[in-house]
């Protein structure tokens, strides 16, 4: 379950650092608009190019020995967490917007990708995980056999 | 102690900028574009490209304030930090993670560039601000400034 940490309400010696310029002037009734948030994490996108499949994901702070991936049964599952700030006390907190916690996601991989050729690379909090394509297989033919049933 | 020293993380130093050159003007006003506005970044020539407002998170430790700002995609040569006149700004660019052939086919997010301003109070001390950049996460320290003790005055009554 991701864990979402609330920051303490306005005031304190630096409350002036936290008179943003922009929208958030708007005061205490801070809502994520304007703040990629709220929806499956990580989001995911994917591109197709001529030879493979690019899925990619922003992992920003994800140390790549907590992230883990693995391929069973045509499903690529994304597994990590990021939790650098967990022993900062509560209380501590004036803001809290970023993701901390677990997560996983899962996703079908495309029919005609080879498996076992499937690479990933992490750089600059950004996952690259390249799908490359295989053979198109050809459709065979099954063939209908006339049933004498009477 | 909710802070490690700085030693024991790793992470590239930051250059902030004190004095930036307006030749190298950030796409910004007192206005920050909103969510996924577009602009056209004069380095960018008439490319329209996104813009964001970054996730942070900002803490309390003994010295001062701790800010967090997730960037994904940013490097040290994209990011921009500056502090001019009281307000702290910082911008990364981003380039596409994905070669322009590519045809995108499944899109949960979009690729833009990272702006968010914070106006700095006096209590932070600005000489001694620094800032790292480590898997595309921004972490700024901003110390508090240093206190004169108190001066008891004697009062003489007459």
Redesign the interface.
Known sequence: MPIFRWGQAWGGAFRDLEREVDRLLQGVNLTFEGVRFGRQYPPLNLYELPDEYLLTAELPGTRSEDLELTVAGGILTLKGRRDELKDVPEEKFRRSERFHGNWQRSVTIPDRVRDEEMTAEFNDGILKVHLPKGEETSPRQIPVVESHDS | M??QPDSTRSGDEVPIEKQPDDSKALPTS???P??GEEYSGEDYGSEERFI??????????DE??VL?A??????LETLDLQVQDN?LTLFGRVSP???P?????????RVGDFL?????????DHDRIRATL????LRVV?P?ARKSEPRRIQVQTD
């Open positions: 909710t802070d007192d206005a920050p909103r969510e964001f407002t970054p996730p942070i998170d900002i803490y309390e430790t001062g304030l967090h997730d960037l994904p995609g940013v490097s307000k993670p994905a070669p052939e590519a045809q995108l086919t499944h899109c949960e997010y968010r301003s914070f106006i700095l109070s006096d209590e932070v480590n898997n595309g996460v901003l508090k």
